[in-house]
Structure formats: C-alpha cells, structure tokens
C-alpha cells in the first residue's frame, strides 16, 4: 500500500465516513490471561467512546511506510489449507461474530505476543463502498461499484495513570488522584486484507509497529505467516557496511559526499512518485559507480551485498537516508552541514596535516554570541 491508499482507509475513522459495523476486543493481563471481552456492534457504542477508538485506529495506520508501516506477501504456506491466511480470512467473513474463531485468534497473539505488562486486542469489521475516480484524481462518492471489506487489529499496552493530586469540587479539596487502567496508543497491528492498488488484496497485509526497530518477530510468524523484512535499522547499517567494505581504506570524504547528493537527486527525481523509493543490488552498485568507485572496488561488491543483505533485498532509500542532514564527526569535533551548502567544505593538505576546511561568507555565532567576521 502507497500513502495515498493508506490515508484513504484513516479517514473512514472519522463519524462522517465511518462504516465500522462490528468491535471485538479480549483484555489480556501480564500473565497471558483473558481478564474480559468486548464484542459490541460499533455505532452503538456511545459518542465518547467511539472518538477515543477513532484515535487508536487511525494510530495503527500512522507512521512512514517501510518503517511503521510494512507491506508483507503471504508466502505459499501461510496460503494453504490450515494456513495463517485461512484464520484471518474466516474471521473477516464471518465480520466477527464467531466466537470461536475469535478465540483462536486471541491465543494465536497470546501465545506469540511478548509484552510483559497489560494489554487490550482489538478488532473492527468494515466494509467500504469504494468510491470511483476520475482521471485527474476527483472522488465520486456516488460512482462505487467495488466493495472492501476488510479487518483491523490493534494491539494496546493497558498502564496504571501516573499518581498525583485531583481537585475534589464537591469538598472544595486537594486529594491524591485514583489510579486507573489506561488504554495507551497501539504498539502493534495489521491490515488485512490490504488495500493496493484501491481494492482488496488478500495476498497481503499490511503490518504496523510503533517501534521501527522492533517489528515483533514472533507475532509476524505465527499470527500472520510472513516473512520480515529487515529493519530499517538493519537496512541503514547495512548500507553502511556496504560503503565501507567495498571502498575499504579509500573511503574517503569526497566519495562519500558524492554518494549523498547522487542519492539527494535520485530523492527529488522521485518525489512525484507515490511507491517509496527502493534500490536492488544493481542500483546500489550503479549508484556508487556514478559516485566515483572505481571498477576495481566493484568487483567484490556482489559478494558483499549478498553476505550482508542477501542478493534479493531491496534497500529503500528512505531507511538507508537522510536528506536533511549532513554530518561530519571525529572523536573530538562534531559538524553539521546544510545539505544544500555542501560546497561550503572541502578537505585539503594544510603543513602536512589533513584538515576539514569550512568557507565562511555569512554570519558566525558562538554559543549564541554573533563574532566579528574571521580575519578582520
């Protein structure tokens, strides 16, 4: 799912577009026990609650897509008879009312799930009138002739509210504020089917994570049968390892900021395209060719994207970059440059010392103190 796609599912979460027909829920306690349930036909929940659960939905769809938010194929396994696809499939056809197919769902997460403390399941059944476009992009509310029907799963921490003082009106007094159990902001959840290309795939699914460098092994095996993807921690410093290894001790500062602003133009070049940019091996190996690595360097470079990546894995540029920022470190200096002003820094051969050297036409601060221009 592209952002557009996934924005579009976030504003059915709203009183004026929403379809919700059904809610489900099961309360699980830092024992892996059922502490209670929760089945409830959405629109009938009073107005109060169904804006808090507004919230928690469109939390599990926020995020950056291949960080927060993860597109993930079902392999062939997952889609055989007793596969993981066939639960997740029988629960959205039977829009949550089968109890015992709800059961098995709750201990597939309770089994898998490793959180130490409270948390809450929760489940919504939806079907959405897919509204038609036209060619320039304008909805047609009244031209649907497609129908998604789709679930949600959110996976909640539930946290004791922090202590402190309440203001009692009817006594006119200050007094220590009872505690409660809080539903906080979702950890985890999925979509499923998804929603690419503006309708329904039950080929994949798209997963959430609040923590980009956690993405719940465990729960992604055997809840939903998917392989992961790597991290984008994972890709960030393979991308990395990759630099370093191929140029090995000619990785210099000039090569390195050649590969910046070639990855900066690929960025803008890309910026009207909706799918996140993603580099493959080749790409990887013709990006730093085009920065300046020799041939020679090059030649081990297949063996070490395999090794570190695995000759199949894309990279997307969003995980492995950042265009905003420009930073130059050694043990005892730290430097940040405009991205746009890398000209401004070149290295050069000062009295036999290699040195960073830093143009300076504009104003010039210490600790926030303006300085007179340098050598005046």
């Not at 924005?7 to 059922?34: A, P, W």
């Amino acid at each position: 799912m592209i952002k557009t796609e996934i924005n579009e599912i976030k504003k059915l979460f709203t009183q004026s577009k929403c379809s919700i027909t059904r809610i489900c829920g099961c309360y699980v306690d830092g024992e892996k026990n059922k502490k209670a349930e929760l089945k409830e036909a959405f629109l009938a929940l009073p107005e109060e609650d169904i804006f808090k659960y507004f919230e928690i939905l469109r939390k599990t769809l926020s995020g950056t897509p291949g960080k927060n938010l993860i597109n993930m194929e079902f392999p062939l396994a997952a889609e055989n008879d007793g596969g993981t696809q066939e639960l997740l499939l029988k629960l959205r056809d039977s829009k949550l009312k089968d109890d015992t197919l709800l059961d098995a769902f709750y201990d597939k997460i309770i089994e898998s799930y490793d959180y130490p403390s409270n948390y809450l399941i929760l489940l919504i059944h939806d079907v959405y009138d897919i509204p038609g476009k036209t060619t320039d992009g304008i909805m047609m509310e009244d031209a649907s002739d497609e129908v998604y029907e789709y679930i949600l799963c959110s996976i909640c921490p539930v946290n004791l509210s922090k202590p402190g003082l309440s203001y009692n009106s009817e006594t006119n007094t200050f007094q220590n504020r009872i505690r409660d159990w809080i539903v906080d902001m979702p950890e985890t959840g999925f979509l499923f089917p998804a929603f690419n290309d503006r309708g329904s795939d039950i080929h994949n699914i798209l997963f959430y994570s609040k923590d980009a460098d956690d993405l719940h092994d465990t729960l992604v095996e055997h809840v939903l049968g998917c392989v992961l993807p790597m991290t984008a921690g994972s890709q960030k410093e393979t991308f990395q390892v990759l630099i370093e290894e191929t140029l090995g001790e000619d990785c210099a500062y000039e090569t390195v900021k050649n590969i910046h602003e070639k990855l900066s133009e690929m960025v803008e070049e890309h910026k009207d395209v909706p799918e996140p940019l993603s580099l493959n091996k080749q790409e990887v190996k013709s990006l730093l060719a085009d920065s300046g690595v020799d041939n020679e360097k090059l030649e081990m470079f297949d063996q070490c994207y395999d090794a570190t990546a695995g000759s199949e894995t894309s990279l997307l540029v969003n995980n492995v970059f950042n265009s905003r920022a420009f930073e130059v470190k050694t043990p005892d200096v730290s430097i940040k440059i405009n991205p746009e002003r890398l000209h401004l820094i070149e290295t050069k051969n000062i009295d036999g010392r290699a040195c960073l050297v830093i143009e300076i036409n504009d104003q010039i601060e210490l600790n926030g103190i303006p300085l007179k221009p340098l050598g005046i």
